[in-house]
């Protein structure tokens, strides 16, 4: 009884620096920097400018994401992109940290730590992705969106990898009935699908049904369903060019997905790269919300997330989309503050 209630109190205490961790799944070449970058450079550009609140990196994040944007925008200059051959993935696991705040020297802040680890680790570091799991409140899985579709899916299972990722949460299933969680399915590449009348009659949603069946089943199960909020929100991180054909590699006999500008004159643009940061935030603030709610009616006494900090979080994230191309398909009560 003491040490729950001493816990609880240290927990109240560690409020003041709340640190959100985000675990990115995929395989190198899927685009996990890429979605990081475009979220990073939206997320300061679209918000409104009546809301103080700044996404600010550290020095070393910084430096990386803005070495990728000046690749991603050199890409997009050229006239056809040939995935995988002129960036080089994730090699290793990696760590980018931000906070979310009214400006640097800010006491009030929210730490978000995202981890990124190249796709092979699903098969040689199991141990650790099932720790890193297990200590993440939000998990991103992007998702190849041209393999998802084209050719009806034969390159699916090799590209999005949805057995080893079944494989890795049933192996962890006690584990995610402790903590809520959120788990974000972001389709990427998916200019082609998007565009016109098309953005509210394509298939993305059935097909992330049909295909994680397996995984969707395992986070809809009964003792898990009310801890893990799932959603799907289909982004661009490029936005001006389009998937165009599958051709074989004659050296490797690899199959190279090859990308087009959209237009003479489109280049960098990308869309809803800052709806999956809604998400988050909307879900850390309404855990934040029941959490101190919690200890009001155990000790009596709640520390303060500052009101126009909670304010501003609150004002940013509230109208997240929800249309054809974003969808909350279980656990809408944690995504509510
Ligand atoms: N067309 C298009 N290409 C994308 C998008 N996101 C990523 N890519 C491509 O995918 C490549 C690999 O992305 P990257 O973020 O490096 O993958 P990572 O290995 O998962 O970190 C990039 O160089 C882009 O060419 C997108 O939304 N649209
Ligand atoms: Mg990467």
Known sequence: MLKKLVSTVLDNRNEQDRTIRVLMFGNSGIGKTSTLTAMYDQFNRVIDKNIPLQLIPDNETSNRLNKKLSLLKQQIASDQIRTKSLMTGTKHSEEFDFFIAKDEDSPEKINIIFRDFPGGYLETERKNVKDWVKESDVLIIPIDTPALIEENGIYNEEINSPAKLYDIFSAIRGSLEINNRLVIFVPLKNEKYLEGKLYYTNHIRDLIEKEFAN???????????????????????????????????????????????????SGYSPRDAEQPLKYILTFSIAEVLKKRSKIYRKVGNFLNLDSDFEKAIKDFSKDYKQDHNFVILQGEELLKF
């Open 215 to 265: 995984l969707l089943q395992l986070f809809a199960s009964f003792s898990i369903r009310e801890k893990i909020a799932v959603v799907i929100t289909s982004i661009q991180t490029l936005g001006g060019v389009k998937f165009s054909v599958i051709e074989k590699d004659q050296a490797t006999g690899k199959s190279i997905f090859i990308f087009k500008k959209k237009g003479f004159g």
